[in-house]
């Protein structure tokens, strides 16, 4: 069973489209995240959700709204989508205090945008 | 500001040669350290962590680190590096105090000649 994962796996738009991605834990985490890597493999957090409230906002544009229906759930919607948008969305989850460090990445996301 | 420092972006090894990754931090209070593992097409997977105690912490697949205060590092060794160790490595810096997260590297590139 996988334990964090993704869909779709490879998302190829143009720019202006709207699309969403999507994530799901099955190891009964509290905690999930949205990472963006660059082309560079540069890995920053964008979001984080711990029981479906939003508690980490990294300064991200307001054209990306993530959403958890529920704590294994946390997807995220980006609208009018720009070329700098290309980049892999990692999903990740995690439990606890100390053990929040601790997270479990899915597969990736690769969206490139046209 | 906290960061993670990475000074080697790309490594070349033989298989079976003794592997260092560097990686320096900035942060002012004590550090949680961690190290991941990206193989190619995959999400990252956790190696070691540091929170207290023995500096020196071991990990999975034969890795280990050392925390030096006095130097701001916790460089990741391997005796005998296999060629299925070929991935990026990203060190990280868990970051608390409101809301906990993890800072990353730029990453490791590690190749491996058979």
């Known amino acids: 069973d996988t334990a964090v994962s993704q869909t779709p796996k490879y998302l190829v738009t143009q720019m202006g489209n709207d699309k969403s991605i999507k994530c799901e834990q099955n190891?009964?985490?509290?905690?999930m995240y949205w990472y963006k890597q660059d082309s560079k493999k540069f890995l920053k957090i964008m979001f984080s959700y711990n029981n479906k409230e939003l508690i980490i906002n990294e300064t991200v544009p307001n054209r990306f709204s993530p959403k958890s229906p529920d704590k294994a759930h946390l997807n995220l919607h980006i609208n009018s989508l720009e070329l700098g948008d290309s980049a892999v969305y990692f999903c990740?989850?995690?439990?606890?205090?100390?053990?929040?460090?601790?997270?479990?990445f899915g597969p990736g996301t690769r969206l490139t945008v046209t | 500001a906290q960061s993670v420092t990475q000074p080697d972006i790309h490594i070349t090894v033989s298989e079976g040669a003794s592997l260092e990754l560097r990686c320096n931090y900035s942060?002012?209070?004590?550090?949680?350290l961690f190290w991941y593992v990206q193989s190619p097409g995959q999400g990252l997977q956790l190696l070691l962590k540091y929170f207290s105690g023995d500096t020196l912490v071991q990990g999975i697949k034969g890795f280990e680190a050392e925390f030096k205060r006095s130097q701001s590092s916790f460089n990741l060794r391997k005796p005998s590096v296999h060629w299925s160790d070929a991935a990026e490595y990203f060190c990280?810096?868990?970051?608390?105090?409101?809301?906990?997260?993890?800072?990353f590297g730029a990453g490791t590139r590690l190749a491996v000649h058979p």
């Open positions: 942060y002012g209070a004590t550090p949680y």
């Open positions: 990740a989850s995690s439990q606890g205090q100390r053990t929040v460090y601790e997270q479990y």
């Open positions: 190891l009964g985490h509290d905690t």
């Open positions: 990280a810096v868990g970051i608390s105090g409101g809301y906990n997260k993890l800072i």
